[in-house]
């Protein structure tokens, strides 16, 4: 019964910064893990995870350095910070949620998505 509503995307330079948002309701993000993948038309990759309770993260090594993942449990939200954005790093992004404290980084774990928002680089 869980919903996710991605917000934030849009168009940036090269080098620009831009931060993702990923409201939640019907589920508490406290108790999720939570995800963040990015689609261009044939392909799906995970970008970065977040446990329940926040003490673990992990990154594709694509967005190691640049990216930050985290979450404010206060607004149900969780936000993508994506800084040094590259234009490899244009897509559409989707954030997910799973009940299981530590998923693997592929979709099937995560059997809540949200409707995915649009990041647009230019160079």
């Known amino acids: 019964q869980g919903q996710l509503a991605e917000s934030g995307g849009g168009l940036v330079q090269a080098g620009d910064s831009l931060r993702l948002s990923c409201a939640a309701s019907r589920l508490s993000v406290s108790a999720y893990a939570i995800a963040w993948f990015r689609q261009i038309p044939g392909k799906s990759e995970f970008v970065t995870k977040i446990s329940p309770n926040g003490s673990r993260t992990d990154y594709a090594d694509a967005v190691k350095g640049r990216f930050t993942i985290s979450r404010d449990n206060a607004k149900n939200t969780v936000y993508l910070q994506m800084n040094m954005l590259k234009p490899e790093d244009a897509a559409v992004y989707s954030c997910?949620?799973?009940?299981?404290?530590?998923?693997?980084?592929?979709?099937?774990?995560?059997?809540?998505w949200g409707q995915g928002t649009q990041v647009t680089v230019s160079s």
């Open positions: 997910a949620a799973t009940p299981s404290s530590w998923p693997r980084n592929i979709e099937r774990d995560f059997e809540y």
